[in-house]
């Protein structure tokens, strides 16, 4: 067998082997170590420069400190039914129906599995330690009133607090608000001691880590968006990708962030899922690049490799 | 019976041959900048789980308190910055070589998926440092998780179970995934030159044809 007939691939993949290729010396192992030490150099030096973004969660106390009446208002909106955790839907509560893919419900059909429900879990139960009596009275009020009673009183002292000069509850037209004012600056109270951190932990024991009802409440207000937005982190701000400062946060996710910046997903209800779905099958098409017809070829179309290979396709 | 042992070792030899897994040469056509975009990937990515692994001594907190965990912090940010420059530009380097040519196909597809669970884990990783940035981004995260249903077991609001995700699930998977890539980028070589054909012994380079392989990685290396 002549050497010319080795090498010749044959059938569809006209490939050689690459074993079959004349070699020259190569060192493995002195190659990564070098990489390895420049890797760790380089990582060193950019440390040392630029350091890393490390700004201080905010807590409860501080959100009740800087924004007190926006306090007052996710409060008495978790009362109302009216922030987006009281009307989610999975995986926390039953009360939206969650967004669909075409036909699929896919955040439906996964499920309640981390159960919350808003006004009781993020307001009420918080408030239940507390031992002042006017907060225990207006939280028996509360508790005996029938649910449209509940939701009339909350609705009205919301839609009040937002024609309120600055919605300061102290600005509030008088009317029929029932216990919520109450309610409503007892969380705010209990807030400002730091009461409330711990509170929201759904273990209820000395050990937390789960700050699932803590976000879900930070995140129905509008103090924790408004501080986000003053760092360029908004979600139309290419927030996803971004962090505090002038860092370079996760910029291989800038295709996921991309979709939200233009239509249709900019303006859809179903966003997140549309979103999802189109970077899933992206993702796919990546994998799959070998086998898919066109994309496989464009390689050949672009003469890149000419530059990879110039050695190798100046000789031959 | 036969014995179990000799399966797995002529199996583990059959897979990457003598010669191949740490070769003392390379195709001649191996010469540009972009192959080092390879090694450069796994080199940061060993300074990632290195710095990990201290910030991992330190404890969850300790970044935040100590100007050395801050320090330490910081080098493991910047070395995953690095993985992730490394990494897509040996991706993009290796799709204008069409590098999956050759039974080449399982050795990209590895790749991609090694790339895209990166990103997972590195995403862990920001919802896992119990600062604004976490608490911010785990709120925009949720919606798209729970969208599709990943949200009703993978709660990016529990910091707790998303730093195990972090250290533990994640970086065990992505590290099979790239030891299967090594593997396999070993086992069949350098994907030769679009269009290559060889006649004879090539020039520019020592002529001494092939590389010496046993008989049953001859097998293999040209059959895929």
């Known amino acids: 067998m002549t050497m010319a007939s080795t090498l010749r691939p044959t059938g569809r993949d006209r490939t050689p082997d690459s074993h079959a290729f004349p070699t020259r010396p190569y060192d493995l192992v002195k190659e990564f170590t070098l990489a390895l030490v420049a890797m760790l150099v380089l990582t060193i030096a950019l440390a040392a420069v630029f350091s890393s973004p490390d700004e201080k969660p905010i807590s409860l106390v501080g959100w009740a400190a800087a924004a007190p009446n926006d306090v007052v208002a996710t409060a008495t909106g978790e009362l109302a039914g009216t922030t987006t955790s009281a009307g989610y839907g999975a995986p926390y509560n039953d009360a939206g129906p969650g967004q669909t893919l075409g036909p699929l419900a896919l955040q439906r059909w996964a499920g309640v599995t981390i159960p919350v429900d808003p006004a009781q879990d993020l307001v009420l139960a918080p408030l239940r330690r507390s031992a002042d009596p006017t907060t225990a009275a207006a939280l028996d009020t509360w508790a005996a009133a029938p649910p449209e009673q509940r939701t009339a009183w909350s609705t009205a002292y919301s839609d009040a607090l937002t024609a309120a000069p600055d919605g300061d509850p102290a600005g509030v037209a008088p009317g029929d608000y029932g216990p919520v004012p109450v309610i409503a600056s007892s969380f705010l109270a209990l807030a400002r001691t730091g009461g409330l951190e711990g509170a929201l932990d759904p273990s209820g024991t000395f050990y937390g880590g789960d700050a699932t009802r803590g976000l879900l409440l930070l995140a129905d207000g509008a103090y924790l968006e408004d501080q986000a937005r003053a760092r360029s982190l908004g979600g139309d701000q290419w927030g996803m990708m971004n962090e505090t400062g002038n860092y370079p946060g996760q910029p291989w996710m800038w295709l996921y962030t991309f979709w939200y910046q233009v239509p249709p997903f900019a303006t859809s209800e179903n966003a997140d899922a549309q979103v999802w779905g189109l970077m899933m099958l992206l993702t796919l098409g990546l994998v799959l690049v070998p086998f898919i017809p066109g994309v496989r070829s464009i390689p050949r179309w672009v003469p890149v490799h000419r530059l990879i290979w110039r050695d190798w396709y100046r000789r031959h | ?224």
């Open chain 2, 1 to 224: 019976m036969s014995s179990w042992t000799v399966g797995l070792r002529t199996r583990l030899a059959r897979t990457v041959p003598p010669g191949e897994l740490l070769p003392d040469r390379q195709p001649a056509y191996v010469s540009s900048w972009i192959y080092v975009f390879g090694v450069l990937s796994l080199a940061s990515l060993v300074v990632v789980i290195g710095t990990g692994c201290v910030l991992a001594i330190g404890g969850v907190t300790w970044w935040h308190t100590s100007g050395l965990g801050h320090f330490v912090n910081s080098t493991h940010l910047w070395s995953v910055e690095l993985f992730f420059a490394t990494m897509v530009i040996h991706l993009w380097g290796k799709f204008f070589m069409a590098a999956w040519r050759g039974k080449r196909a399982l050795t990209w597809m590895t790749g991609a998926v090694a790339f895209v669970g990166s990103i997972g884990t590195a995403f862990t990783g920001y919802l896992s440092q119990t600062n604004f940035d976490s608490q911010w981004i785990a709120g925009e995260a949720k919606d798209g998780l729970n969208s599709v249903g990943i949200g009703a077991f993978f709660n990016v609001l529990d910091p707790g179970q998303m730093l195990l995700w972090h250290v533990t699930l994640l970086p065990l998977v992505v590290g099979v995934i790239v030891v299967a890539h090594i593997v396999l980028v070993r086992r069949h070589g350098v994907v030769p030159p679009i269009d290559a054909v060889l006649d004879g012994p090539d020039d520019g380079a020592t002529p001494t044809g092939p590389i010496p392989v046993a008989p049953a990685a001859r097998d293999l290396t040209t059959t895929g």
